[in-house]
């Protein structure tokens, strides 16, 4: 919240936040996307199966989208996500074939593997950056590459399939034959890490290093070790966004993810999240990944090339950073 | 480079020590030094008949000592209270505090308390600290090293962007510290203000400890020329 504020109570608080907040206007864009869409083509596009496919669209994008809010916030940058989510996908599946079976177990076995396989990246990352000083972009960039080598390395550049049955009806299925199990899981991701950024130390701390890294770490706040949590959280999960795609395609997708990283980004800082640190929501984000998810959809829907996706994704993203700055430079002396 | 060269700087209990000096002298390095920011090339620091090894913020504050630096040191986009429990934060009773969620009701009331007491003028306590004005953020810094602070308090300039009636009432809340038991060293460039309030008085010039006076002996003329460098060369 940068705006100047008039009283205190708790309703006051809220709508101020709604009036001023920086996830305001684009909330309102998505709204009013959705409502253009649904004016031109109300039965194609306003149909619970076309709002299905796009919420399933999203999912994947969501989970890691709610990781790279809080690397952002701590002004840093995770490019390595989508090679991450690759790498843990190809030893989740690995892991699952040599097991064999239709399983829960050798399910649980492989969604650790997944978890387990993006800890480890991310630990690395939140080393380099914390520890030996290296810059994000530059440690995240060197992982990228890295990652996706070891995925091609084992798996010899062909998708590995070895996915249970019983998974990929989780990753396809609907919940009361109705809502996409994977939509389910995303939200929840996205839920509870909306509810430790926003009511936890943890997620103070988050915003406290992206404010001033300098002021946490006098005020007595571990910041390396915290730096090294959030790059674990954000490939942790990107490794469980790698499981979720092995449910929903039955197989890696290694070429698939090239552009997970920046799409990610995109989502976060659309959504009002400040590359500068120390700003932003899980809900912005949220909004933020469903503009590109509901353009594509919707474009294809009016019949209009779905080229002018990136052009509108592009613009949007360089009139909210703008904004972002804009906000700044009123508010910061 | 060397920031500092031979300071030899006594704070005894409940005492006001001025620190002054021209720009540049090495007074917010000292202040880095002794409150864990910065590690020395060499030198000691005793505390309570301690020597400390090394040195870092989280050890100087639980030994009682606490912080205004010149910077401020504050999360910009934190709100006061926020600022205030930075690195102390409050969690809620319970299943909910384990799970490390915030008490920030509690936090904020308790804020509001401590802005009241110190006579703070704080216009909301919700916006974030970016937005307050200069004197605001420097109170919010000065409120939050007064609320932990059980042994020395360190002052970084903490009047600089203060107004007349806060400027008093900061140094109103030095002389309240100090005669709880707590001991202050005060950085200041405002000479009337440190001779008015401070007990002793260190002069630095170049990194080195020039001059000392009671505060009760000295003059600003005395003062400018320690500082100046005009009288060590007239002693000379
Ligand atoms: N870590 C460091 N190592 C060596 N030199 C330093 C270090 N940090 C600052 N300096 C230098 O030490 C000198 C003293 O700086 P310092 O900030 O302590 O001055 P000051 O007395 O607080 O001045 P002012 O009144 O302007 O605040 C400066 O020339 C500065 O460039
Ligand atoms: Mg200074």
Redesign the interface.
Known sequence: ????????SAAD?LLLRFVTGSSTWILLILIGLVLAFSLLRFDQFASVPNFRNIAVDASVLLVLGVGATYVIITAGIDLSVGSVLVFAGVVSAKLMEAIGGDGWGTIALGLAASLAAGLAWGFLNGVLVAKARIPPLIVTLGTLGMALGFALVITDGVDARGVPAKLAEVGTGNAFDEIPYLVIIAALVAVAGGI?LA????G?HT??I???Q????????NVDRHLIRVYSLASTLAGFAGFLSLARFSTTTIDGHGADNLQAIAAVVIGGTSLFG??GTIVGTAVGVFIPAVLQNGLVIVGLQPFWQPIAIGTVLIIAVYLDQWRRSK??? | MEALRGVDLVIGPAEIVALVGDNGAGKSTLVKVLSGVLSPDRGEIWFSGQRLGHQSPLAARGLGIETVYQDLALAEDLSPHANLFLGREMLRPGVLGRLGFLDNTEMRKRAKDTFETLGVDMPTINAAVANLSGGQRQAVAVSRAMTWASKVVFMDEPTAALGVIQTRTVLDLIRRVRDAGISVVLISHNLPEVLQTADRIEVLRLGRRVASFAAADVGIDELTRAMTGALTEAHA
């Open positions: 919240m940068k705006e100047q504020p008039v009283s205190d608080r430790v009511a936890t130390r943890f103070r915003y406290a992206g404010s001033n300098e002021a946490a770490r006098r005020a007595g706040v120390g700003i508010y910061r002396t």
